[in-house]
């Protein structure tokens, strides 16, 4: 085995990935939500079906949570529940959308008692935090608004940094807070913090543990999403990754199924700017539905192409590709990053796997391992969970 | 007043613009549904909605019913009642969108039986549009595939084809077929009917009773809307509009919201290739859903908005815009067009208005009317009508 | 006159929009450079028909220059010329685009002695600004790649910041660094500065006298660009506006064509933030080629349309809007600006006009002056100028 | 060898990619032409240039050529000059672009006589093809218009179908009309064939000679071209490939460089629906320029590209794709065809051209032929070809 492979080998076996809670509920569109025989019905099925992910793969030992949608009595139960599964709780996202107080904002909203619910919505996550060890509150505004004029633009910002601020000041030393931005929906003039940019301005206001969290589905068509991984980077404020795969809006396809030259791109900044190692601070989760198909599976199909990806991003020979950068062979460099693109990475995988004791197709002996048909069987009754759960 | 306006007005006078019965239901997006006091709890009472819309602006003498959302027992009752608001039944549309059997397809889908139930339902429509009058079957065709290789694209046409040949058989004479075409969503890799090209082929194939519906919110960025009306309009195949607004997606924003000019140039074809006239063939209905906002003084806006936008269009000289065309004079041929967009035609609404006999501001009027405080109060109970009845 | 009106009135008087030199040379598509008869042979006699724009708009009183194309031996000839036409010096370009050194970059570039190159570009910029008293030193970074592999992202951003360093301390104390971002070409993969968060991360590291400059056509599809204008003016860094249109790309349209409610927006916020006034520190310049119309009435046009913007922007009922805005009246508050929008602004652009002693129309009073004829008949010989100029 | 990977060589043996001659001659943007030692001056130098990217690839034996830019007084001795290189001319495509005359359109102009001499330089083209033996007229409209009112978008559709009715009933018995679409540019409000819709319809009046060009830059963002490939396939009307590759305009790029997974999609759609095979109808050419990279390797690149994307799709397990399709296993169908995709195709790549006698690696084989410095000493003097020459 090259020196290449050998330190990919390396490098791969300490990649994490973080799993979403709601990805084993039904999702789907404004149009319809398809059910499937087995869905989970509370957060203790959705951990138990995420550990079943991280069982066949070997790297996905986190399971992000939404507050209210895993609400639960007993947080510590929870986390000792997920801690029996072999998994632990990630960050807690703060759902903000289905509020009817919420109709016309929530942080950003005129009414300084709608905003106050809403920032005490993250006192509450912050417990969640504490009781199951989490570290990473996640902000996603879905805040904005519909029609021009509607609301005051610039009034939004300032009501959005206040409160930001008082959220802020609930974090532990150790805690963080991650802002998202999103280009639209579900608001459709203008998103309140609609791009990077946004984003970053007002964790830069906040101060060192505010942090901003890239969704690869909520960008304008055509943006270089390697681009902003850099800026963010290099402004050292990258969080996360919310990965998934998108064609038109945010589609929350399987990640990597649309563009898997894009995933690699993004790897490629990650590996070249030492961001993959444990410790960078950057926390690569996976946010994206299943509506046609089954959920544990498309999951595992999402960790596999984030594996892919990065395996083919350690690949590059970073020697060759910046002697080429260097000397201003336009095709060269890119030759160097074609070849590594362009490399079969599934048997160095199955190797990782071997070497960790799994089976080397996760897809097949997930299949293979009765769990689903059981599942299928065994939850009957009671409510399968979703986005209105 | 000069030949121009008198002859705007007398073309306006004509005017008449169909309301979709949905959009006095509540809808939204994936994220959350906001409801409102006073929703119509069943079509009857989206009839009556819709009545007021008619009342206050006089150009909106027909309602479109959704199958099945708005299936009822008696639909000769149905009509009775549009009737005796003032109001007729438009066009009929077939909702395929809405049934567990078509998770991967109607129209299209691999298995016949799933196609035959897909089929059979615009039987029933049909029966509908016989009992009620209507002479539109409008089929918005919801399917697609998320994901490359999920099936077969070439294949699926060909059952769509069959599937289309199946339920234009069923049309009698005097019926059309209006089909409509959709950029993404609900699926996120390949529409089976994603532009107004595959729309148009299936129509020729079909016959002469088959028309193209063009949503304006169904296109990918950039897209020259109008220059589709007009490939339209000479190939003799554009049956109706679904009017909207959008910025991103499918938005389905009041009606000239978000871009008045582009509704401006949209109604500047129709003129100009005189489509705007009773007996065009052109249907021009409204398909937009108001999820923040009071439905009925939301129709009235969009209403009043397709109005302006008429109105304008009508204004514009056009044998001084031939002139300026013919000899080459570009910014003199385009100031042409904007001289009329640039004129306050409100005045010349307010006129129609008055010879009609109405308040010369519908959306003031319906205000002070009482009726949305009537219905707050009065429609008490029940379950609210919306996309998921 | 209302009160909105005589104060829109007071706020037009003391409006400017600045002119770019480029904008009466010859200028095209990749595919075709259309020429005309009598278009300006050097910087002298733009500035004659930049001259020509202000005499009949009374409102464009400065030239922007770019160098190298405005290469003139003698600079306060120049400015003097320039002054007896009325007209005075606005922002320095610094052209980064056409020398043969700088096709992998100049800022950026990975070879120290093309970046000093374009760095000490920049001295002689400084110069041609002390000359002729120009404070904007306007930075357009042409830079970027076009396959992926082909540079390192990171290293390109410290070697941009590190160039920025050295022009920014070349700066007076009066003078600003404009520094604009655009989506994407003249090159296709990554541009170096693609993006307003871009721009204004490097401005913030540089100082208080680097802001940023919007041009309206840099942008992905579909982004807001008005959302951005109160991002910048929060951060107090918007130091200009490069305006034209664009339905693609950077089409570089006659502003205001293409959607002249866009343009409305922007001067919406502009005026509601305050910064239309005179040392809001808010340059308005135009950036706009003319390849298929003349270029004199295109620049008229397009001071037009900036005007109608704006005065429409000034007759929004902000008390009103406001009230709407905070009582969540939707549609209300959408009513507000729509009922300015929907407003015929030319009469009271006319009264602004008769108030300065000019003719109501200028775009007809250019054309009965007879000045196109002259120059088309005197400007015999010669080179005309262009890009390649 | 398995039986796919042998059916695979087998097919790849007979694939044949069609290079332009523009291709070798400097291009670039609007902002700048790089220009390179040793670029070809005339039609000569360029077949020689391309002659070398066959020999070194084995897979492009034909060029086409663009009249004026190939311009030579003796057609015949321009074949012969080819075929001792061992190539041959491909299409030839009638540039309409670069004539004062065309400054408001060609077929579609207003003026008659501006028509009629667009259509007699399609005698020319014809005369061409029958001197070269060319039997594809490939016409790319570059017409339309910048603002609306410019000019009447229908009256131009009936131009144009008179235009090339003209046109067509030049050709002889053996020739094609390939009729390109593009979404913007040249013009930028509204392009006279800006899709493969618009491009069909005139073809289906022409008659059964007249076939649709697909130019993989020349969509709107999002369109899925693949679908395109299916449905003009399934009209029987998909006459030609312009490979190229784009993020964001036309941008010319190097084929498989922004997107290698939507390359193998197009490819795998060709591949199922049995249009690889010669005599399918189908033309396979590049169409992208180099403007910073070295030509004739920038070429070889391309075609390297085509042909592993070629292969990929040769090695989808098709029966077993389509027992998943058949079967609404989501991922399971999907997972087929990224197995194909996931596969190492250089090793089968490199079997091909070793069993033709080729080198395995033609980019390595050509760097290290001394052609290019060659050329680089040889050819002083003389003008090198542009897209101005």
Redesign the interface.
Known sequence: MTDLRTAALDALATQTIELPSWAFGN??????V??RPGVARDPYEKLEDAAQVHRYTGVAPRVSLHIPWDLVDDYGKLAAHAADLGVGIGAINSNL??D?AY??GSLTH??PAVRRRAIDHHAQCVEVMHATGSTDLKVWL?DGT?????????AR??RLADSLQRIYAMLGPDMRMLLEYK????Y???MDI?????S??HCLALGDQATVVLDTGH??????I??IV??L???GRLGAFDFNS????D?D??VG?????QLF?IM??IV??DALRPGSGVNFMLDQCH????KI??QI?SVMNVQ?ATAKALLIDRTA??EA??S?D??G??????DA??????PLLALLREQRGLDTDP?AAYARSGYQERIARERVGGQQAG?GA
């Open positions: 999702s789907g569109t404004r149009f319809k398809f059910g959308f289905q009817d109709r016309l005129a009414d879905p519909n029609y021009p004029g509607q609301d005051d633009l610039r910002q300032d280009f639209f929906e579900p459709f003039y203008a609609p791009d990077w940019g946004t970053l301005l960008h304008a068509p055509g943006t270089n390697e681009f850099v800026q980077l290099r402004a998108r064609n038109y809006a589609d396809l399987i199924s649309a563009d898997p030259f791109r490629n900044e070249g700017n509506n046609i198909e089954p599976p498309g199909r892919e590709l910046a950068q260097q201003g336009v095709l460099a890119n030759a160097v990053l074609m693109y362009g490399t079969d990475v599934r897809y986005w």
